[in-house]
């Protein structure tokens, strides 16, 4: 069985930053994608940044150059720290991953993030 724990989100000032971690455990012993998504009130899930076991990094267009995704293989561990926050960046944020072995797609339980003044 695969858990991913996500850190605390938090409540930040437009402008300023916030780092999210999540931390995969249980029986993985192949990882290939980690990655994290976001959720606004009323809208879809959509795919913020996900990184690759072999760290090729993708992003969407509205966090390129204020969000930086990395993991940890070592730890199973990916991070997303975000910069030069906006009040539109105010989401669930959920981990994910997709695991070669076992085979499976895996969601963390979601924090929130709001950018507020």
């Known amino acids: 069985q695969v858990q991913l724990v996500e850190s605390e989100g938090g409540l930040v000032q437009p402008g300023g930053s916030l780092r999210l971690s999540c931390v995969a455990s249980?029986?993985?012993?192949?990882?290939?994608?980690m990655g994290w998504y976001r959720q606004a009130p009323g809208k879809q899930r959509d795919l913020v940044a996900r990184?690759?076991?072999?760290?090729?990094?993708n992003y969407a267009d509205s966090v390129k150059g204020r969000f930086t995704i990395s993991r940890d293989n070592g730890r199973n561990t990916v991070y997303l720290q975000m910069n030069r926050l906006k009040p539109e960046d105010t989401a669930v944020y959920y981990c994910?991953?997709?695991?070669?072995?076992?085979?499976?797609?895996?969601w963390g339980q979601g924090t929130q993030v709001t950018v507020s003044s």
């Open positions: 994910h991953l997709i695991s070669v072995l076992p085979p499976g797609t895996y």
């Open positions: 249980g029986s993985i012993f192949s990882i290939n994608v």
């Open positions: 990184i690759t076991s072999s760290n090729s990094t």
